[in-house]
């Protein structure tokens, strides 16, 4: 049977939820679709980070939109999704690495932008008293802070339903065809038409974006984390390493967090990930370097979510190059979290204006074709 | 895979020793690890060099145990090389054809990594969780951890309750008199039904070893009752009383509302695979509607689903610890004709005696499945009962979040951090799974099982940073 609406949103993890809702609230009729199960990937299995600190510049205008959106989460998805402004802070092991937080002060600033302060080793101390000796300074973003991903993303998956969205799990979109206007999709469940598509495939938003006919070079990862069983509280901020790869916060309960880039093994068609013990180690090694008091700490669990990256780590999102009435958001290179309230609002401004008051040139999916011809030009 | 071992065998129980022995005896290059101190396993837990040490607790643990120093004896003659106190904690599956399986041990605060070109998991069983109210105060034990007390540290308590159904508890009961201990009573929880549904299976039972299994159990029964010991019979509504510790048990016997006053209550319903480790290893596994538990899939030799792994005893269905011992050997049959040191007529042959023996020792499991089917009531304890004990998650909260739209445990989990504590859902995730299944009116099978995520048992920031695997 065909299900008709206005609007098909292809991917239930936050970004696709958040655009669901967002969508809906202007009035459009959505249905949703994602092939396993609301938040089952990226969206609910992440550090939880709401951070700006240290973003690409194409997306601070986001990201500072987005956290607007953090502040006010209740109001806009019925739900506290655990969110706390705890601060994160980005340490410098050396000087040179201090160097190089001063350069990035300086340019965030020349952009018209607070929200990230370089502070000495004195205030360094103060906030994250627990650090090794040796460190010498820091970028501090005092708003940003963190959410509890699972909840959240259920939370804008049940905001979105309450706000008459269709959401249908464990069923796949498999085709798209655009006659007369009108999105032909094809799922594992039966046929869908829709005036307007968005693809929020997350690590699987190439393959739809393929589909469509405009292929990217989107790379999945697997991202890792361990989590230790409670210790008394002793970080306030989130610590994000500078030098090494490092994300590091003790959660409300006590139980400390540790992610921050090394990779695992993705396994896209089986829908899962599995850890590299290998890379833990380092990760255990640098926590052990700068947080002494973990030593002891027990690690209880360890896991990986599929994520996509781009080349350039920032994302694909705006409209299709090769078809109407479709648009992209996926490609979030492991920082996603934190942008999907402003995400979902940009999907909506996409569909219900044509247009979005975001700059949105950087994350054009036309990017890729484009650096490929000036390289194969010979520049 | 230079370097790697020609098998890894996890798990010192009946099937791990008996899997080793053989490969050692043919030369394999094969290393067992066991979390425990000494060989043995559950059921011959501490049996190594106990004639001499505590011959009395040796006599009053019986011939059954004494077996076990058989084996022990053998494998020590052998010479397999052997890590005791080392814990698996994780377990990467090659990812090819030519890579070696990789095994995470931790022993005394260091971890190691070794590479494996088969992996026999034989980690045996665990008790069923039996979550009735009040399980969760101190005084409360399993039946299965008052007797590792009483093998390994030959301690034995006074005026014990025994509640539950199976013959490990009268097993207990039996080994507890011996030694001299007064016992309270038995609330027995085995229910008309089972008996009914058993009985069709008598016959069978009778055959092969199953007919030397009956009168075993029925002389225990006997010497509870010669021995005056109070066995409360049709057991249900068990709860345990109490504000910091047990101090009264209620039940119903045949209907009736009774009491009993006692500090110590070791509760029993009976052992399931232990699927942690073959769940982080990704093997495919099964739904056993008869034994009402989840298994790994195994063939007849006891190749799991991922290559190169097996899994021999009750990891992979109870069986007994007879049949475990021929599992092992059965498996290390098989692993021989990997390695290519025996072909399929060699390794038929070498297993040919103890494919009939398993046979022999599993024909009297239909009768004992259906006999000792765990009650509904602690299969999908009441609301109030506690199902998570490391993050204090109750019944009623699964079935909560179910109403709220959540499919799976992996949801719950989620949700509710149920199965996220240090014990990694072992506790609960038999339960939780159950519940599910209830509240969605669909079978356990549908419902699945926590994804079990690494590591298998905690270990600190500083062991996993100590960790050397430049060599390997
Ligand atoms: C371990 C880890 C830690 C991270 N830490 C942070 C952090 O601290 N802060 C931060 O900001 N970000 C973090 N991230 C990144 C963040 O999680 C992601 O960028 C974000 O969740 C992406 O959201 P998404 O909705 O695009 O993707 P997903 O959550 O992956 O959702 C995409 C969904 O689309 C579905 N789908 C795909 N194709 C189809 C189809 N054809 N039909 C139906 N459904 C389909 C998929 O099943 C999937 O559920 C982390 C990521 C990981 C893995
Ligand atoms: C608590 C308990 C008590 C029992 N007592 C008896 C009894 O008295 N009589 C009887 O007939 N049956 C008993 N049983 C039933 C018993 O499980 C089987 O009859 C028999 O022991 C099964 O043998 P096996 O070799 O499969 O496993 P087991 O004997 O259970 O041996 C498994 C071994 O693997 C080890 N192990 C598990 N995980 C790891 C890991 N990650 N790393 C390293 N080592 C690991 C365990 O410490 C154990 O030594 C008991 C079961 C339980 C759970």
Redo the contacts between chains.
């Keep these: 049977m065909t299900l008709t609406a206005d609007v098909l949103v292809v991917g239930g993890g936050i970004q696709g939820c958040s655009a669901a809702l967002q969508i809906a609230q202007r009035g459009f009729s959505v249905i949703l679709l994602e092939k396993n199960g609301v938040g089952r990937h990226a969206s609910g299995v992440n550090a939880g980070g709401v951070r700006r600190l240290l973003r690409d510049p194409a997306e601070i205008p986001l990201s500072v939109a987005s956290m607007e959106m953090w502040l006010r989460i209740e109001d806009l998805v019925g739900a506290d999704c655990g969110f706390k402004v705890s601060g994160q802070v980005a340490v410098a092991e050396t000087e040179a690495e201090f160097a190089t937080l001063r350069a990035r002060a300086e340019m965030v600033a020349s952009l018209g932008y607070a929200h990230e302060e370089l502070i000495g080793r004195d205030e360094l101390y103060r906030v994250v008293p627990a650090l090794a000796p040796h460190c010498v300074g820091g970028l501090i973003a005092r708003g940003d802070g963190f959410a509890s991903p699972y909840h959240t993303t259920m939370a804008f998956g049940a905001a979105a339903r309450r706000a008459g969205v269709r959401v249908f799990e464990e069923v796949r979109a498999t085709g798209f065809a655009r006659r007369a206007g009108v999105w032909h999709v094809d799922s594992s469940a039966g046929k869908v038409e829709a005036k307007f598509l968005v693809n929020t495939g997350g690590a699987w938003g190439a393959t739809v974006a393929a589909m469509l006919g405009e292929p990217v070079p989107l790379e999945a990862i697997a991202p890792m984390m361990m989590v230790t069983a409670p210790v008394p509280p002793f970080v306030e901020p989130v610590v994000i390493g500078v030098g090494r790869k490092l994300s590091f916060k003790q959660a409300p309960n006590g139980s400390v967090l540790i992610g921050g880039g090394h990779r695992g093994v993705p396994d896209l068609a089986g829908e899962t990930s599995s850890v590299d013990f290998r890379k833990l180690v380092i990760s255990a090694q640098t926590v052990a370097t700068l947080f002494p008091v973990m030593r002891d700490a027990q690690i209880v669990r360890t896991w990986s979510g599929i994520e996509s990256r781009m080349p350039d780590d920032i994302p694909v999102l705006g409209p299709s190059s090769t078809e109407e009435g479709a648009f992209h958001a996926f490609g979030f290179s492991a920082h996603g979290f934190q942008m999907g309230p402003v995400t979902g609002a940009i999907l909506a401004e996409l569909v219900a204006d044509g247009g979005s008051n975001f700059p949105l040139a950087p994350f054009r999916i036309t990017r890729f074709r484009e650096n490929a011809s000036v390289a194969a030009s010979g520049q | 895979m230079t370097g790697a071992y020609d098998a890894v065998v996890i798990g010192a129980g009946p099937a791990g020793l008996a899997a080793a022995t053989l490969l050692a005896e043919r030369q394999a290059r094969v290393v067992l690890v066991d979390e425990q101190p000494a060989p043995g396993g559950q059921i011959y837990r501490a049996v190594e060099g106990m004639t001499a040490r505590q011959p009395e607790l040796f006599e009053a643990l019986g011939p059954d145990y004494a077996h076990g120093d058989e084996l022990v004896t053998l494998f020590r003659t052998f010479g397999a090389e052997y890590r005791s106190q080392s814990t698996v904690w ?1 377990i ?1 599956p090659a ?1 090819g054809s030519d890579a070696a399986h990789e095994v ?1 041990l931790s022993r005394g605060g260091r971890s190691e990594l070794l590479q494996a070109r088969n992996v026999v998991v034989a980690t045996g069983a665990m008790e069923r969780p039996v979550p009735v109210p009040g399980w969760t105060l101190p005084g409360a034990m399993t039946a299965g951890a008052v007797q590792v007390m009483l093998k390994s540290a030959g301690v034995v308590p006074e005026g014990m309750v025994l509640a539950g159904s199976g013959p490990l508890l009268y097993l207990l009961a039996g080994q507890c008199l011996a030694l001299g201990a007064r016992i309270t009573a038995v609330l027995d929880t085995t229910a008309r039904a089972n008996e009914q549904a058993a009985l069709r299976h008598l016959p069978a039972a009778l055959r092969g070893a199953g007919f030397g299994y009956l009168v075993k159990g029925l002389a225990l029964k006997l010497r509870l009752r010669r021995a005056g010991v109070p066995i409360f019979r049709r057991v249900t509504d068990i709860a345990l009383q109490g504000t910091s510790e047990v101090t009264d048990i209620s039940f119903r016997s045949r209907g009736r509302p009774m009491w009993l006053s006692a500090d110590l209550v070791a509760l029993h319903e009976g052992v399931i695979p232990a699927q942690q480790i073959t769940r982080s290893i990704g093997c495919v596994h099964d739904w056993d509607a008869v034994q009402h538990c989840f298994r790994a899939c195994t063939d007849a030799w006891g190749n799991s689903s991922v290559d190169g792994v097996l899994v021999a005893g009750d990891g992979a269905g109870i069986g007994g610890a007879r049949a475990a011992e021929h599992a092992g050997r059965i498996a290390a049959a098989e692993v021989l004709r990997r390695l290519g040191v025996a072909d399929a007529a060699g390794r038929d042959a070498l297993a040919a005696a103890d494919l009939r023996g398993r046979a022999a020792h599993l024909a009297i499991r239909p009768f004992l499945d259906r006999l000792y089917a765990p009650p509904a009531a602690i299969l999908r304890p009441a609301d109030a009962v506690m199902v998570c004990r490391c993050e204090e998650v109750t019944a009623g909260a699964i079935r909560g979040v179910v109403q ?2 959540c ?2 445990p992996n ?1 719950a989990k ?2 509710l951090r149920a199965g ?3 014990c ?1 859902g072992r506790m609960c995730g038999p339960v939780v799974s159950e519940l599910i299944a209830e509240a969605r009116g669909v079978g356990v099978e549908e419902v699945g099982y926590y994804r079990i ?3 298998l048992k ?5 062991e ?2 100590a ?1 050397d ?1 430049s060599g390997a």
């Design positions: 994780q990467s990812d995470w709220q739209g499919l799976g949801q989620s949700f996220m504590g240090p990694q995520r690494p590591p905690p270990i600190t920031v500083g996993l940073a960790l695997v």
